[in-house]
């Protein structure tokens, strides 16, 4: 069982940046590919954002490329995702996630792939 903790969020204006953390209780961090999900009312998760389980590779939705980036502390078992350029539409709750994958390269994009998820931390954008 892992347990994955979100913090960062919160409300910041349009233009603005914001970094979350996702601290995971886990042993075996590095065996997991880690994931950003998020969430608006009435809508499934959108991928946004994931890096596989070294490091070495990082994946982007198509609306936050350019301006989000992923990386993760495998010493301290945490995930980050540093937002910049905030607009409105990135308005949402953020869901870190994580897939066990010892043998597997790259990164599953889909959210049922991912057997953990956070409790969400949730980003608000004024315009």
């Known amino acids: 069982q892992v347990q994955l903790a979100e913090t960062g969020g919160g409300l910041v204006q349009a233009g603005g940046s914001l970094r979350l953390s996702c601290a995971a209780s886990?042993?075996?961090?590095?065996?997991?590919?880690m994931a950003w999900f998020r969430q608006t009312p009435g809508k499934g998760h959108e991928f946004v954002a994931g890096?596989?389980?070294?490091?070495?590779?990082?994946y982007y939705g198509d609306s936050v490329k350019g301006r989000f980036t992923i990386s993760r502390d495998n010493a301290k078992n945490t995930v980050y995702l540093q937002m910049t350029s905030l607009n409105a539409e990135d308005t949402a709750v953020y869901y870190c996630?994580?897939?066990?994958?010892?043998?597997?390269?790259?990164?599953?994009?889909?959210?049922?792939?991912?057997?953990?998820w956070g409790q969400g931390t949730r980003v608000s954008v004024s315009s």
């Open positions: 996630a994580a897939a066990f994958r010892p043998m597997q390269t790259g990164l599953p994009l889909e959210d049922y792939n991912y057997r953990y």
């Open positions: 886990t042993d075996s961090f590095s065996l997991y590919a």
């Open positions: 890096v596989t389980r070294t490091g070495e590779n990082t």
